[in-house]
Structure formats: structure tokens, C-alpha cells
């Protein structure tokens, strides 16, 4: 086996330390990639939205460019409600992919009987090991995650991106 | 006119599975040969089909159009169908629903049905990195959810809070698992035994999981082989093994689909498991032995409620009873399970359905005695998707 010390070329040098979007954790979040942009541009604006069938009503999540009910094409933004309680979590010990530091906090949440959206699961931020706890309240909370490029034409333009996670409501006024 | 036929399990193998200095492609031929060890009649020539089952060739072994290219090295021409298949945990089970459908149309006749994968990187972030490409990768990845364990130790969390469901409980599923594994040269952990004690106190993985409630993530493939009853008798002189009935039922890509009351219930399976049975004509009551996919202990807790072989809620209580063990009423994982052979996702299915070939042909190495109908499982995904296979030494009427 050859010593890595002294070996003259190591990994990949032909990509020359290109964004390689198929190794990318966050989704390609643009108009470009993505129909669902909107999603990502209502986050920014503190929003969280869904797409809702205006043929049957249907308010599906993921939001989608048809309704997963009646395959209706005619749908429109809608808010969901940023609040949820937590009904169990874990809290990563090891094994958490990278980009995803200790302590990773997972959430099942419960959205309430009134919500579209019964559960989800989610990220908790914004807070200490050992400090979450079954019934809590969190809420909708967004943030910056890193820019990827796009060539356009023969430009090279800047996606800037955004995520979601939630936060325990007692930490909301930091 | 030419009469139906049925379709058979003929025989199958496994490679070794584990953290193996080998590439995909030494896996899928490893298990090949395993296959043809264990059906001595059977020459290349012979298979007219080939499901190639992976989900990881694509991304750790840069092999994305991988059916030709695994046809080529075990040298197959193959001329009823040539393809790939990926549902994750449940491939190469789905592979065997799809082989059933062939054989009896009369489309196919002997197709091999295998599955690998490479999951060991030369660097270890690689693997866990790449988990967050077989989630739902825009909506739960981007949350953190790559391995299963934290999910799985939610599942646990609720049942054992709305059953009362105990450590001890799950513990049991591994003790058992273990110790059919420790017989079974093929398994990740072999020669592994396992006792209570140690189980019980092993490293916390993610509360309430220890080391022995998790399987593994393997490097590993299997093979095995499907056909019409009429070739298997030219292939083989055991006695035939039937694929009575398959269900298989996908409800959902990410957690905001979870289709159960609570995460401790799985409907999903309830309904893939009626499928099976109905098509089976058989009942929970009647599979003396299962294959049911033990990712996590509680895993294999939260089945045997959904399929009918306990009341939902006391399948902990079931577990402890001593009901899967080789003296038990219902043996299952016979070979160890995913718990002791670790997991190579593709791979997993036919490894399951090969050791309920050799229990229903009478020559597994834990033998239940005089075993009629057996049952294989698969969940896939966040839990997302279930597959059932039923199989018995007769055909259905
Ligand atoms: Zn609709």
C-alpha cells in the first residue's frame, strides 16, 4: 500500500475544489433547480408556507406543483402554523452525518388537531443537551446555510440559501 | 394451452457480510458463487433473467447503470430482462415480488435475483454522509436525519411509553438474534454469542438503544434463484419451496406522511402483511417460521404486532416469552437476523428468503421442525415502505 506521505497526487485534483452538488446536505433551493422556490423565499420572510389544491382543498407537505390528492395543478401558498409541541425526541449520541455538530437534537412534533400538518420531524436548535422535554413548546426558526454556485451562460452566479429548524419557545426572546 | 405455473425459491447464498476489503463487483460475484455452490446443476446458461438489487452503487461505487455491468462479470446473457432495482432495505425482496410476476407470466423462467452493496468508504464520514441521500433528502436529511438510530430510538421511546414496553424486552430480541447468528459463519458477527447481561449493559448508541439493539451497516451481497417450477425440477432434486403471496405497501417519503396514530404503530405494515396473507391464503397463525427485519430490537417487537402474530402492544411480552426461540412457537430470524449478519441494504432481502428456502426445504442449520409456511419482511426508507414475501412448500389452489 502506498505511503500517504509520500505520495505526490491525493483525491481528486481534476474537480480543483468545485462545489459538487451531489454531496450538497441542503437542497438546490433556486428558481433555476427548483419550482418549489417560493418555499424558500417565504422562509426568508419569516414564513412557512405549503402548497394548498384549490380543486379539493388538499394541503399537502412537502408542498408540491400538483396536489398528491386529485393531481390538480391549480394550487396556492398557504401558511402553517409555527408552533408545535414536542411528543418525543432523541438527542444523537454519535454517528450524526457531518455538517450536523453535537448535540443533534430530533424532534417529533405534534402540529395540533386544527394543523394540516399533524407531525413532523425535525431539528431542535438553540438549545442545550438535556434541556428539551417531552410537551414542550417550539417554534419555526430559519437561518443561513452556504451558497452554491450555478453557471449561467458563461457567469458564474451565487445562490444564496436558507433552512428551517425549530427552537424552544423559552429561548425565543435571545 | 399451456397451464400456469407457479413460481419457486431454488436454492441461493450469501458472500460474507461485514467491513470487507472488497469492491461491489467481488460481492456480487462472491454471492454468485455462493448461489451456484448451493444449486450444483445450475450453469450460467440457465438464467434467463437477472434484478439487480442495490442502492448504493450508484453513489459509493460510481456504477450507475449497474445490471449490465453486474451481468457481464458472473457471466450472464441475460434475455428475458436485465435490470436494476432500489427500495433500499427491501430490494432484493422486491426483486423476488418482481421475479414471481415474470416467472408466472410466463415472461421469464430462471431469473437471479441479487443484491450488494458497498457501504465502507476509505474514509469513514463518507457513509454516514451519504445517508442523507437515501432519506427524503430536501425535507428530513436537511433536518440531521441521516442513520436510523435516532429515529428508531423514537419509535422505542413511544412504545415503550403507550405498551410499556421495557429494555429487557428488546434486550431478549437481540440475545435471540445473536445467538442464531453466532451459528452462521456468513454473519457480520459471527461468532458472536450474546447474553442477557451483556446486552443490557452495553454503550448507550441513542438512548434507549445499546450496541446490541442496532444493527450494523455490512458490506455484503446475496443472491438467489427464482424460477418456474418446471426448471427448478431440472436444477435442483429438494423439494420445491412456493412464493405464495407478496405485499407490498409504501405510504409515504418523509416524516409528515407518517401514517400511524403514533410512531409505535405502523399500519403500513398491518396492510402490506393482509396483502400477503390474502394472496397466501394463509393466516398469521399458520407461518411457522419469519424473517422480519430486526434493524433495531424494537424493530422486530413493533412486527410481530403488525403481523399478526401477537396483539398490538404485547409484542415486548411476546419477544420475552421465549415464542422466537428455536423451541419457541414462532422462530424467526433463524439466521441471525439483520442484528448479527449486519445489514447491507440490497443484500438483506434474499439473504432473508434464502434461509426460509432452506427451512421449508428442511436443511437450515436451526431447523423448525416440519415448517410449512414461512414469512420474510422488510421495512425500507424512514420506515416508510413494508414488504412482505409468504412462502410454502405448496403452491396456493
Ligand atoms: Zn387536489
Known sequence: MADLQEAKIVGTPALDGRYISEMDMWPLECQEFNRLYQFYDNLREGRFTTTKCKKCGHIAFPPGVICPRCWSEELEWVDLTQRAKVVTFTETQAGAPLGFPPPLILAWLNFGKDSPIKHLLVRIINCAEGELKEGDEVKLVVFEVPAHPIEVKRETKVCNRVYYAFEPVKSASM | ?397
Open chain 2, 1 to 397: 394451452m399451456a397451464k400456469k405455473t407457479n413460481a419457486v425459491i431454488v436454492g441461493g447464498g450469501v458472500s460474507k457480510f461485514g467491513v470487507r476489503q472488497a469492491q461491489i463487483f467481488d460481492l456480487f460475484q462472491e454471492a454468485a458463487k455462493a448461489c451456484s455452490d448451493d444449486i450444483p446443476a445450475l450453469k450460467p446458461t440457465d438464467v434467463d433473467g437477472l434484478i439487480v438489487c442495490t442502492t448504493m452503487a450508484g453513489r459509493h461505487s460510481s456504477a450507475l447503470n449497474t445490471a449490465p455491468l453486474v451481468a457481464h462479470r458472473l457471466g450472464l446473457k441475460p434475455t428475458s430482462i436485465c435490470i436494476r432495482l432500489d427500495t433500499l432495505c427491501a430490494g432484493s425482496n422486491s426483486g423476488i415480488i418482481v421475479a414471481k410476476g415474470l416467472v408466472e407470466s410466463g415472461i421469464a423462467e430462471v431469473v437471479m435475483v441479487t443484491g450488494a452493496e458497498k457501504v465502507f468508504m476509505p474514509q469513514r464520514w463518507e457513509t454516514n454522509y451519504t445517508q442523507l441521500a437515501v432519506n427524503d433528502h430536501d425535507w428530513d436529511s436537511a433536518m440531521g436525519l441521516g442513520v436510523p438510530p435516532p429515529f428508531f430510538a423514537m419509535i422505542a421511546k413511544m412504545h415503550m411509553k403507550r405498551y410499556g414496553t421495557t429494555k429487557e424486552q428488546m434486550a431478549h430480541v437481540s440475545v435471540a438474534n445473536y445467538n442464531y447468528g453466532s451459528t452462521n459463519p456468513k454473519a457480520h458477527f459471527y461468532p458472536k454469542t450474546l447474553s442477557m447481561e451483556e446486552a443490557l449493559s452495553a454503550r448507550l448508541i441513542a438512548e434507549p438503544f445499546g450496541l446490541f439493539d442496532c444493527c450494523s451497516l455490512s458490506d455484503g451481497g446475496s443472491a438467489v434463484i427464482i424460477a418456474s417450477e418446471e426448471r427448478a425440477e431440472d436444477l435442483s432434486d429438494r423439494p420445491l419451496v412456493y412464493i405464495r403471496g407478496t405485499g407490498q405497501h409504501a405510504t409515504h417519503s418523509m416524516s409528515a406522511g407518517w401514517p400511524g396514530e403514533t410512531l409505535a404503530e405502523w399500519p403500513h405494515l398491518k396492510r402490506a402483511a393482509e396483502v400477503a396473507y390474502k394472496n397466501a391464503q394463509v393466516s398469521p397463525k399458520d407461518i411457522d417460521v419469519a424473517q422480519t427485519h430486526d434493524c433495531f430490537s424494537i424493530s422486530e417487537i413493533v412486527e410481530v404486532e403488525e403481523l399478526g402474530f401477537c396483539k398490538k402492544g404485547e409484542g415486548g411480552a411476546y419477544v420475552a416469552s421465549g415464542a422466537i426461540n428455536i423451541d419457541g412457537e414462532r422462530p424467526i430470524n433463524t439466521d441471525g437476523g439483520l442484528l448479527s449478519h449486519g445489514h447491507p441494504f440490497g443484500a438483506s432481502g434474499a439473504r432473508q428468503s434464502f434461509e426460509l428456502c432452506k427451512q421449508l426445504q428442511g436443511r437450515a442449520v436451526n431447523q423448525v421442525k416440519g415448517a410449512k409456511f414461512a414469512l420474510a419482511h422488510n421495512l425500507s426508507g424512514t420506515c416508510a415502505q413494508h414488504t412482505v414475501v409468504i412462502y410454502g412448500t405448496e403452491p396456493v389452489e
